[in-house]
């Protein structure tokens, strides 16, 4: 298997172990990888929607200062892999999120809900 930005170093400092953490990339100061437009990781589950309204996601943003000009990270709400809603951040900024919210109320029955950190044009 090739070594990449995904699977080099499966543990905490890619987000693999511990509670809510997310990584794209490596956690760990120091260690970078080349990523491109549209790498991304994401996190999904099956969850039935009937009678639900909002779907939220409370989170911590945190993009690296090493991040060049021109690109930014992404957080996004995913139902069935269609963005209903993202924030975005910028170099070197960190902030928590408390406003991420889908707006559900039209589906009912099981969809597949997620939330992908994306590298996108800034």
Do not use: C
């Not at 990584?23 to 996190?43: A, C, H, M, Q, T």
Request: glycine share 14%; aromatic share 4%; no cysteine.
């Amino acid at each position: 298997m090739e070594l990449t930005a995904f699977t080099s170093r499966l543990g905490q400092g890619q987000g693999r172990l511990g509670t809510g953490v997310f990584v794209l990339g490596d956690d760990e100061p120091g260690r970078s990888f080349e990523l491109d437009i549209g790498d991304r990781v994401e996190v999904s589950q099956s969850v039935d929607l009937t009678g639900v309204t909002l779907v939220r996601s409370v989170m911590r943003l945190r993009v690296p200062e090493t991040l060049p000009a021109g690109f930014a990270w992404e957080a996004s709400l995913v139902v069935d892999g269609v963005i209903y809603a993202s924030v975005r951040g910028r170099t070197g900024r960190e902030r928590t999120v408390t406003d991420l919210a889908a707006n559900v109320s039209k589906l009912a029955g099981m969809h597949v809900i997620g939330v992908r950190l994306e590298l996108v044009p800034g």
